[in-house]
């Protein structure tokens, strides 16, 4: 049988028996996976124990020790937080390096009891900035990148061969961790690799008499459709949508295993129609016919030991590190938005995808602590691992309020010590980049608008990758002035200036009742369409007398707020909204954004992540010939409480453009983020420069000293002395 849920599980013991634990002290105090280190390379180290159960945890943190049972000199203490995971990540004020501190845990099990308190436990900081090659940025590159091209321009890349090039090179072995790539079962072809590899394992453990058990995938809980390209993912590949039959335990009600007919004439859940399990394994891709990839149950305790004690051991061995890729922080593919039976919705699942990650890759670090563990699109605090591929980090196409979160939340992981290899994606181009957005902007502007965001973000632990997926002629869109000297950062990124364009916002509200003052009889915001857990608030708002409140605990919210509006065709729009949010964590999180416009161009999404006081975003669209649509906000994907207020619709480009800026020792970098609407030289505008600098371009030259710099809309400027 398939169990109804998954199971918590901490570093090899169980946190969801309910069971009354013994009374006994956390065990196996690991700092970085070690026990008292002596060379912790992270600045915001994550802290690890073994318990049987727990509710909550306490940790202290000092620069000493009475005896053996006493942390003295508390420069952190965590206070109580309520969590099953006996994992956390220092969150007290910078530790300072090459110093040592002591630091203990206190736990309450399940039933809220304290337990005793474990000694004390120490580790030393040893913190060093990520080595680069080229001056002044830190490389990367997916699948490319022979011995030759890596010498010359990578610190990292996935290619073994490129220590050929140049020893000191990082090699990556690409890996999946929620998903195996297998022969579908109707095809009868022998398992191969990774999941040749498991059905070994299950063998070899009693598990099963031949294959891979079947409780280690995932399967959807109902009948569901899903769309997905056939093979890999290419522009010119077709997309197929096949039906995925759900599997209902209920509808097995002799437990043999199997739906038999009898059964399935008189179904418990006729949405489930599967007759086995392994016809509703969740697919994320089909590679076939014959192979598909399976999303896999990474809470399976059996999966975890595999992946901890042999997969990832074996393929890491020739490596540096080991990039899985996949690996959301939710059910991966299509089971993110349809009931999985290992996942439910509302029945325990909660955040239980994430957790089950997270302690799945505390087993792989505490395993292998020396070798570096990154994940694509990883976003977990703790994260756990050592960092992550920001894949789809920024493009010139995206307006200047979801630019600049992405900007700061790279900014925050890096000063956790968190490894980012943060990738700009180029502009449309027919043979290197054919899933870019066609923009009316040559490729040299898009190149430099690319290298300066990343510049911006740029720290002792960030990689910058150019190119767009597919990676197969990635290196020919490589340009030389990322092999420029600015020197180091000499400080953060700040605002250099800001210019109204279009008037202010004191045109005709589009919106009714986008302030939220008026309340409807239920008590929500009138002219809106709310949905729960929307709350209007009198306490927390801009101005007036309230706002909209969104608290979310759960990942799995999607609680689309909306007025429906008729507007002009092929006329242009600004959206304009404020929000505050606090403890925003998760993709996207808090949004507000305009929908249903068949064919209108620049509709991005304005977004707030983080911890943050109030601040406006605005973004510029123009409708098609439909106009006919819907302004939403919400809470999506995320954790956290996000407050909305003064929402704006108003006719026209009415756009606050801002140029940031971040001076080097050998130079300084503008941009101007896009905010929508035209890129075109109607958008310039000139700013005075402190000292005459010498403009870069983007194949490496550098142009006359200039005391000003002209920027348009979507457009960068990296100047060097």
Same mark, same amino acid.
């Given at each position: 049988m398939i169990r109804s849920g998954p199971l918590l599980t901490t570093l090899g013991l169980s946190l969801l028996s309910g069971a009354a634990a013994a009374l006994e002290p956390p065990g196996d105090l690991r700092c970085e996976w070690r026990i008292d280190p002596s060379k912790v390379r992270d600045p915001c180290p994550e802290l690890s124990w073994q318990v049987d159960s727990q509710s909550a945890y306490r940790i202290v943190v000092g620069t000493a020790a009475e005896h053996r049972d006493r942390v003295a000199a508390v420069v952190?203490?965590?206070?109580?937080?309520?969590?099953?995971?006996?994992?956390?990540?220092?969150?007290?004020? @910078?530790?300072?390096?090459? $110093?040592?501190?002591?630091?203990?845990?206190?736990? %309450?099990?399940?039933?809220?009891?304290?337990?005793?308190?474990?000694?004390v436990r120490r580790f030393r900081l040893d913190v060093r900035p990520m080595p680069h090659h080229l001056p002044t940025v830190r490389t990367f590159m997916n699948f490319a990148g022979g011995p030759d091209f890596a010498r010359d321009w990578l610190d990292l890349c996935f290619r073994k061969e490129a220590k050929?090039?140049?020893?000191?090179?990082?090699?990556?072995?690409?890996?999946?961790?929620?998903?195996?790539?297998?022969?579908?079962?109707?095809?009868?072809?022998?398992?191969?690799?990774?999941?040749?590899?498991?059905?070994?394992?299950?063998?070899? !453990?009693?598990?099963?008499?031949?294959?891979?058990?079947?409780?280690? /995938?995932?399967?959807?809980?109902?009948?569901?459709?899903?769309? &997905?390209?056939? *093979?890999?993912?290419?522009?010119?590949?077709?997309?197929?949508?096949?039906?995925?039959?759900?599997?209902?335990?209920?509808?097995?009600?002799?437990?043999?295993?199997?739906?038999? +007919? #009898?059964?399935?004439?008189?179904?418990?859940? @006729?949405?489930?129609?599967? $007759?086995? @399990?392994?016809?509703?394994?969740i697919p994320i891709y089909y590679w076939g016919p014959p192979r598909d990839d399976f999303v896999m149950n990474v809470g399976h305790p059996a999966y975890q030991e595999f992946m901890a004690t042999v997969h990832a051991p074996r393929i890491g061995e020739p490596y540096d590190a080991i990039y899985f890729d996949t690996v959301p922080t939710d059910v991966a593919g299509p089971g993110r938005h349809n009931p999985v039976l290992e996942y439910p919705r509302r029945e325990g699942g909660r955040d239980q995808w994430l957790r089950d990650l997270q302690t799945l890759f505390a087993k792989m670090k505490t395993r292998l602590p020396d070798k570096q563990i990154t994940a694509n699109g990883w976003d977990a605090d703790p994260m756990v691992i050592d960092g992550r591929q920001a894949e789809? %980090?920024?493009?010139?196409?995206?307006?200047?309020?979801?630019?600049?979160?992405?900007?700061?939340?790279?900014?925050? &992981? +890096?000063?956790?010590?968190?490894?980012? %290899?943060?990738?700009?994606?180029?502009?449309?181009?027919?043979?290197l980049a054919e899933f870019g957005p066609k923009l009316p902007v040559d490729s040299d502007r898009d190149k430099l608008y690319g290298l300066a965001t990343y510049l911006l973000a740029h720290g002792d632990f960030t990689y910058f990758g150019f190119g767009r997926h597919p990676y197969a002629n990635v290196t020919k869109l490589w340009f030389?002035?990322? !092999?420029?000297? &600015?020197?180091?950062?000499?400080? @953060?990124?700040?605002?250099?200036?800001?210019?109204?364009?279009? *008037?202010?916002?004191?045109?005709?509200?589009?919106?009714?009742?986008?302030? /939220?003052? =008026?309340?409807?009889p239920d008590g929500n915001p009138a002219g809106w369409q709310a949905a729960e857990p929307?709350?209007?608030?009198?306490?927390?708002?801009?101005?007036?007398?309230?706002?909209?409140?969104? #608290?979310?605990?759960?990942?799995?919210?999607?609680? =689309?707020?909306?007025?429906?509006l008729r507007l002009k065709p092929h006329t242009t729009y600004t959206l304009i909204a404020w929000a505050k949010v606090d403890s925003v964590e998760g993709e996207p999180g808090a949004q507000v954004y305009v929908y249903g416009f068949e064919d209108a161009r620049g509709t991005s999404m304005l977004t707030w992540q983080g911890t943050g006081d109030w601040r406006e975003q605005r973004t510029v669209f123009t409708t098609g010939d439909d106009g006919e649509g819907r302004v939403n906000f919400r809470m999506y994907g995320a954790t956290g409480t996000a407050w909305f207020d003064d929402l704006?619709?108003?006719?026209?480009?009415?756009? $606050?453009?801002?140029?940031?800026?971040?001076?080097?020792?050998?130079g300084l970098v503008l941009i101007k983020p896009n905010v929508g609407g035209s890129l075109a030289d109607d958008t310039a505008t000139t700013h005075g420069l402190p000292v005459a600098l010498r403009p870069l371009r983007a194949d490496g030259s550098l142009g006359q000293p200039v005391r000003q710099a002209t920027l348009r809309n979507g457009e960068a400027m990296i100047l060097s002395e």
């Open positions: 952190w203490d965590s206070g109580k937080i309520e969590s099953r995971l006996p994992i956390a990540r220092y969150a007290g004020p @910078p530790l300072a390096n090459h $110093r040592t501190y002591y630091w203990s845990v206190r736990v %309450w099990d399940a039933e809220g009891r304290a337990l005793p308190e474990p000694a050929q090039g140049r020893a000191d090179v990082i090699t990556v072995v690409y890996a999946l961790v929620s998903t195996l790539v297998m022969p579908h079962p109707s095809t009868g072809e022998p398992l191969s690799g990774k999941a040749k590899e498991l059905a070994d394992f299950c063998v070899a !453990r009693g598990l099963t008499s031949q294959g891979i058990l079947e409780e280690m /995938f995932c399967h959807f809980a109902q009948d569901s459709r899903v769309r &997905l390209h056939v *093979g890999a993912e290419r522009a010119s590949h077709p997309v197929e949508e096949r039906i995925v039959p759900g599997w209902d335990p209920r509808n097995d009600r002799n437990g043999d295993g199997r739906v038999d +007919d #009898a059964e399935f004439a008189a179904l418990v859940n @006729p949405r489930a129609r599967a $007759r086995e @399990p392994i016809e509703a394994r789809n %980090w920024q493009s010139l196409d995206r307006s200047a309020g979801p630019w600049q979160t992405a900007l700061d939340r790279a900014i925050e &992981l +890096d000063r956790q010590g968190k490894v980012q %290899w943060i990738q700009y994606n180029p502009i449309f181009d027919p043979e030389g002035a990322m !092999r420029h000297d &600015l020197g180091e950062p000499a400080g @953060p990124y700040y605002l250099f200036d800001e210019v109204e364009r279009g *008037g202010r916002a004191q045109a005709e509200n589009l919106l009714v009742n986008g302030d /939220f003052e =008026i309340a409807a929307v709350e209007r608030v009198a306490d927390v708002k801009r101005g007036g007398t309230a706002s909209v409140q969104i #608290a979310s605990t759960d990942r799995l919210i999607n609680n =689309i707020n909306k007025q429906p704006q619709l108003v006719e026209g480009a009415v756009v $606050r453009e801002r140029v940031f800026a971040r001076w080097y020792t050998k």
